[in-house]
């Protein structure tokens, strides 16, 4: 029975597998052309793609443009064909930035579907003190890179609060390195992305529970089902969607991760420069006096196939997991 | 109505809140506390304490000496309105159109919107820069303000609200001779206003926060906003954590103060705007 | 219907082009009088500290030339090569810009700076031979200099007594040569290990000057650092580090977080700037209390860092820009700025001025008296050719030679080689 449920929630909250569902029955289409001029969609959209034309796009062929010169920021440079990319691909700099930010995606993106709905379950009730949690859960979301990355570095570095607390605690005789070691900095970098986004996801979240109908958790209660088989038989196929998205939300942002790191390794790559991420590296190169924006252009280009090959990955499993 | 009880399941959950209380919020609030710690406190001191021994206000009264802060909160202000009421106008419309409508061409539209989520932003900056640069609005705040009006992160949320609507809704609608404006404003707006409170939150504190962009385009003093005004606290010649401390706790209280004050209309915006049969 | 609709639309986004239009107009430039002309000045993090001598400057100024207006803009210290570089690929460069010399040098090597040799052919001599140096460039049109030196940074070797004391060490006779600074350090390693370090900061490229390595060769053509002598400073760092007197933490840090670490009190000595005396004060008040100061570590010649004002060239009012320019870094008013700021004159007669000689016996004067007789022999080490990349390179291979993962001969030779590569282009 409770399996049953599972499936007309399955339905009823997943908008695209309701859609493909029900339109061929109902024939909805056909209608609503019926009662609406060709041009109505374009009125809606005229003014977003204008911004997205101007403001994205349009830099973004200038981008493309760029990666096949040797220009500088203060020089226009020459066609050079692919040999930015060549140099790209060689430079042992761009290989560490990789690694970086694929480790940084392929751990944050787990974190940021599970972790947040966990607390959206936890909060999701209708008191006072639930609110105030839900309310105060959000803060981190709301204090933005620049401050909890001044934030976090006080609290990290050697003698911060955290390693002064471990001390106190006698826990630890040396300070540990948060800020110095390699793979300790990507960590620490990763708490602080937590930190700001377990509130974000969570909201995400928030409207997503508030779709599942009561009565699936109570049908379930019946059945004997307790909070954690709920959670596991409703409230995740429930938000299977909303998780889908997140997923692929939070794991693009951990890949193109850039304040947190930059924020605590004070704008350098951390210890040798083996903390650099995809975003810190196109920074480095295409900005500033000595901006090289012929290669930094090579390198956003194929940054951008990176991303858009996870984002394809992502949608292939979807849609694998639907069949 | 249920009964009060208390289960080993509700000790958990409290138990549970608390502990992430104190990792979430616990941080800023130390910031308050060495906000207030004079030159008397060690800050360094192990194990750490929490209440000022030299407690004092100098901090704060340094920040306001030093930079015109409520000034650049101001400028922040004004950046963030637009861009808060820009991203609703862009987002619900164009998440209408493709959450909702069948046309030719719609998925051409959906994959150059959505295809622009996946360019890094910081790709651009200098391109963006001279676009904007094109459009003599360099310097000014709606050169802040005008790349980030349509977001299509936001065109996504709304879209998948719009999607979540029950056909029947709009079908009777239909039926009784609306058109699609009609149906968007009448029907389908108040079914998402959760959404687009989310949106506007989110909208909120990406502006608030926006750091890199303001620092591109504005040169003038007058026209800074707050983030880049906090990080001339970072003086070249001497930093204070203290200092910075105090800084970080004042540009805190707006944004923390405008989302406690909507935080309900936030989330039960959230809850409602849901669908329940 | 549907047509009147578009029409709407139309004239409501002409509308808006027009609002945004005339938003632009109102913000830009808005000197009404035409006779004048303004000239802007773009400082570097100096607002928030040195207002009113700023304001001051800028008054004496209007009033000797009546005609000529400044506007004051002050950036934030993070990012300002960032802004100078989107300002000059905008064409866009204030005035009069405040600069380090290697902005100077890629400004000028893209034409984006003026040749101030050739508007002020005489005022050379007005300024001391090191600091001079550092703004004349060779191969760019016109060789001559391309930025008027303004104040100078530098500083003394900075020593915690109660570190010292506690570790058996004299605190009479503080080393005077890098031998006994590094022997010093190997001393302190059998009685302090563990508890303290040495130092908290890696060599920069000014060091290995102020160490007797070649950093250029003569000609200016290619770095030279990685020669023995230069590998030599690296592996008394490495050693340093294996002995415990140099945490990884320190190794990590940046440039404000070495005196973090030093004002944290774990850390024996640091090569610091006259104005840490002051950070020192006011946010460490134990370590002031225990504070030695000593003469930095050289081979005679002082590594200095200057700041120095340029003029754009594509500025409208060159003549009144150089003129404020000059103004500026004139004697007077560069004295009068080194006295409210703990920096020095580029001057060549600013170090002359009985306030650099007066030693009332405080710590200050007596920093100030001590580090101001080392201005007019010191250099600006830091070669302008070596570039941010070069120098943030650097950094990175001297944090893993320290830390051991690669050989002090390695990381020189992958930061000379790259560097000369960028130097090449």
Known sequence: ?323 | MRANRITPGTVIRYLACTVLFILLVGPIIWQVSLAFKGRGDNIYAIPPYFIPKDFTWDNFIRVFHQIPILHYALNSLIVTIINVVGNLVTATLAGYALGRLKFPGKKLVAGFIFGCMLIPGETVLVSQFLTIRGLHLNNSLLGVVLPGLCGAMNILLMMTAFASIPHELEEAAEVDGANVWQRFIHICLPQVRGTAMVVAIFSFVGAWNDFMWPLVVIGDESKYTLTIGLNKLKGAFVTDPRLIAAGAVIALIPIIIFFVAFQRYFFDGVETGGVKE | MNTTRITKLIAACGALAMMTGLASCGSSDKSADKENSTISFQTKNLESVYKDYFNGLIAKFEKQNPGIKVKWIDQPGDGYANKLSTDAAANQLPDVMDMMPKDAYILAKSGAIDNVSKANPDIEKEYTKGTWKSVTFKGFGDDGAYAYPWYLTLGPTFYNKKILTECGMDTAKLPDSWESYFEASHQMAATCKGKYQWSAALPTIGTFGEYGAEIMNKDQTKFTFNSPKGVELVQHYVDMYKDGMMSKEAVAASGSQTTDLFKQGSVATRSGFMYDLKDFKQNAPEIYKNLAVAPAITRGHQSLNAEVLAVSSQSKHKDAAHKFAAFVTNNTNQVDFAKSSQTFPSTAKGVDDPYFRKDDGSLESKTLVMLAANIKNGEVMDPPQFIQSDLDELGEQLQQAVIGQISAKQALDTAVKDANDRLAQ
């Not at chain 1, 959209?45 to 034309?53: G, H, M």
């Not at chain 1, 226009?76 to 042992?92: E, H, I, M, P, R």
């Not at chain 1, 006698?170 to 992305?193: G, Y």
């Open chain 1, 1 to 323: 029975m409770s399996l049953a449920a599972n499936q007309k929630a399955g339905a009823r909250v997943t908008p695209a597998h309701d859609a493909d569902q029900h339109q061929p029955q109902k024939g909805k289409g056909s209608r609503s052309i019926s009662t609406m001029k060709p041009w109505s969609p374009w009125l809606f959209l005229i003014i977003p793609i204008i911004f997205t034309l101007v403001f994205t796009i349009y830099p973004f062929l200038n981008t493309i443009r760029l990666s096949f010169t040797n220009s500088t920021l203060l020089r226009t440079g020459k066609f050079v064909g692919l040999s930015q990319y060549s140099a790209v691909l060689a430079d042992t700099k761009v290989h560490t930035a990789l690694l970086n930010s694929t480790i940084y995606a392929l751990c944050m993106a787990p974190c940021m579907v599970i972790l947040p709905l966990i607390l959206a379950v936890l909060v999701n009730k209708k008191t006072k003190i639930m609110s105030f949690f839900r309310t105060a859960f959000y803060v981190p979301a709301v204090a933005g890179s620049v401050i909890s990355g001044l934030i976090w570095t006080n609290m990290m570095s050697a003698k911060g609060l955290v390693n002064a607390i471990f001390m106190g605690l006698k826990w630890i005789k040396e300070p540990i390195p948060f800020l110095q070691d390699r793979w300790l900095l990507l960590f620490s970098a990763m708490l602080v992305t937590i930190w700001g986004g377990l509130g974000y996801y969570m909201v995400i979240y928030l409207a997503a529970l508030a779709n599942i109908d009561d009565s699936l958790y109570e049908a379930a209660s019946i059945d004997g089902a307790g909070p954690v088989r709920q959670f596991i038989s409703v409230t995740m196929p429930g938000c299977r969607m909303t998780m889908v998205l997140i997923l692929l939300l939070s794991s693009i942002a951990a890949f193109r991760v850039f304040n947190e790191v930059y924020m605590l390794t004070g704008g350098t790559g951390g210890m040798g420069g083996k903390d650099v991420t995809m975003s810190m590296l196109i920074m480095r190169e295409g900005t500033g006096l000595t901006a090289r924006t012929g290669y930094a252009s090579a390198l956003s280009i194929i940054m951008f196939f990176i991303l858009g090959i996870i984002t394809s990955i992502e949608f292939y499993v979807q849609r694998k997991a639907d069949n």
